[in-house]
């Protein structure tokens, strides 16, 4: 099988994560922590939860709502 465009295209693009190239990648619990606070704030408290659904969306607070309300 050959390889996946998708995979080949954030390769060529550096990802998409906006850090620069070879750039230390931080811990979840430490590159979400403002929007972690957010989300507790708000009474979401599962934080295990919270930082996969922060990593499956970008850190985005309102698409991690939308997992949440949908």
């Known amino acids: 099988m050959g390889a ?9 693009f550096g990802g998409m ?6 750039a230390p990648v ?3 619990r430490e590159r979400f922590a403002s ?3 957010q989300l507790q704030d708000m009474g979401f408290a ?3 939860l919270n930082i996969q659904i ?3 969306t970008n850190g985005n607070v309102d698409a991690a709502l939308n997992f ?3």
């Not at 996946?4 to 060529?12: G, K, T």
């Open 54 to 56: 922060l990593e499956q």
């Open 35 to 37: 929007q972690l606070r």
């Open 4 to 12: 996946n465009p998708f995979e080949a295209m954030m390769r060529m």
């Open 68 to 70: 949440y309300f949908s």
């Open 26 to 28: 931080l811990p979840p």
């Open 46 to 48: 599962d934080e295990e």
């Open 17 to 22: 994560s906006g850090a620069a190239p070879g």
